[in-house]
T-cell receptor, first 114, second 113 residues
Framework: AQTVTQSQPEMSVQEAETVTLSCTYDTSESDYYLFWYKQPPSRQMILVIRQEAYKQQNATENRFSVNFQKAAKSFSLKISDSQLGDAAMYFCAYRSARKDKIIFGKGTRLHILP | DTGVSQDPRHKITKRGQNVTFRCDPISEHNRLYWYRQTLGQGPEFLTYFQNEAQLEKSRLLSDRFSAERPKGSFSTLEIQRTEQGDSAMYLC???????????FGQGTRLTVV
């Protein structure tokens, strides 16, 4: 069974600094998708960034980028120039290309220090 | 496009009562998912539909839980004989068949007292 592990329950970063959130996953499949979702307090979950496993190039969305290491089954999220609005729970998630359900990690709570 | 809509946003019920939640997906999204999220945890998959067909149901879902999507549009999740352990946020998400990611609603927070 596929699993997603986020080993950092909480992290803090100074405003304007860079932070990296870690994620590892376990799968025997070769074709899949990886996601980072953001869930602000009392607000809905939104997609931050996605990565297709067949793509070697790391995905980037403005201040958010990933480091996708397929062989190591690692998928970290880097947030540059952290802003107060980045404070949230961040969930790493996996979806097989053959199946439709998305599997989530337990999340990392990110605090932004002013 | 108003996004995924869930109703109600909050529900307090007494143990043993039945509750029903509604989810309206993004129009034209043919996949609809239900997840449960407890405090400090990631969303846990419950079930999903493609159009009106329920294609997968988690083994964690007891017989007290049932979900429907009768016309392939909105969906309902019913919990019968609620227990305190059912207290959680129930999230709905939708997606297109050809799309990898899902879009989430704001959830229904259930408190069983």
């Amino acid at each position: 069974a596929q699993t997603v592990t986020q080993s950092q329950p909480e992290m803090s970063v100074q405003e304007a600094e860079t932070v990296t959130l870690s994620c590892t996953y376990d799968t025997s499949e070769s074709d899949y998708y990886l996601f980072w979702y953001k869930q602000p307090p009392s607000r809905q979950m939104i997609l931050v960034i996605r990565q297709e496993a067949y793509k070697q190039q790391n995905a980037t969305e403005n201040r958010f980028s990933v480091n996708f290491q397929k062989a190591a089954k690692s998928f970290s999220l880097k947030i540059s120039d952290s802003q107060l609005g980045d404070a949230a729970m961040y969930f790493c998630a996996y979806r097989s290309a053959r199946k439709d359900k998305i599997i989530f990690g337990k999340g990392t709570r990110l605090h932004i220090l002013p | 496009d108003t996004g995924v809509s869930q109703d109600p946003r909050h529900k307090i019920t007494k143990r043993g009562q039945n509750v029903t939640f509604r989810c309206d997906p993004i129009s034209e999204h043919n996949r609809l998912y239900w997840y449960r999220q407890t405090l400090g945890q990631g969303p846990e998959f419950l079930t999903y539909f493609q159009n009106e067909a329920q294609l997968e149901k988690s083994r964690l879902l007891s017989d007290r839980f049932s979900a429907e999507r009768p016309k392939g549009s909105f969906s309902t999740l019913e919990i019968q004989r609620t227990e305190q352990g059912d207290s959680a946020m129930y999230l709905c998400a939708s997606s297109l068949v050809l799309s990898a990611e899902a879009f989430f609603g704001q959830g229904t927070r259930l408190t069983v007292v």
